[in-house]
């Protein structure tokens, strides 16, 4: 088990999902969209993947619906251009206010 995920044990993550009929569009609207697997099928493999390697560690994984048109708005508001970071801050946003918790204003930097 690596340092790092041995670290979050008994924490909280989020994982972006996405849809299949999404998946196309969020590689085109992504600046490094180029970086995501080729198909939804490869990244519905690594997601799932990944998320039994959270829960084999005892770090409870949530699935984070991202909705292309909802992530857009989102980086508008914030300023933020669409990458794997900002991806990334969306997702621990969402899953902030499902666990309650105010995510707090610097959350996408």
Not at 63 to 77: H, N, P, Q, S, T
Not at 91 to 106: A, E
Request: proline share 3%.
């Amino acid at each position: 088990m690596s340092q790092w995920l041995a670290a979050l044990r008994g924490r909280h993550t989020g994982i972006a999902w996405y849809q299949a009929e999404q998946y196309e569009r969020m590689m085109l609207v992504r600046e490094d969209g180029d970086r995501l697997p080729a198909t939804f099928d490869l990244w519905l493999k690594g997601a799932q993947r990944a998320v039994e390697e959270y829960f084999r560690v005892g770090v409870n994984a949530y699935k984070i619906e991202v909705d292309v048109d909802e992530l857009l708005i989102w980086c508008g508001a914030m300023g933020l251009t669409v990458n794997e970071r900002s991806t990334g801050s969306f997702v621990n946003h969402q899953l902030s206010l499902l666990l309650g918790v105010d995510p707090g204003p610097d959350l996408a930097h």
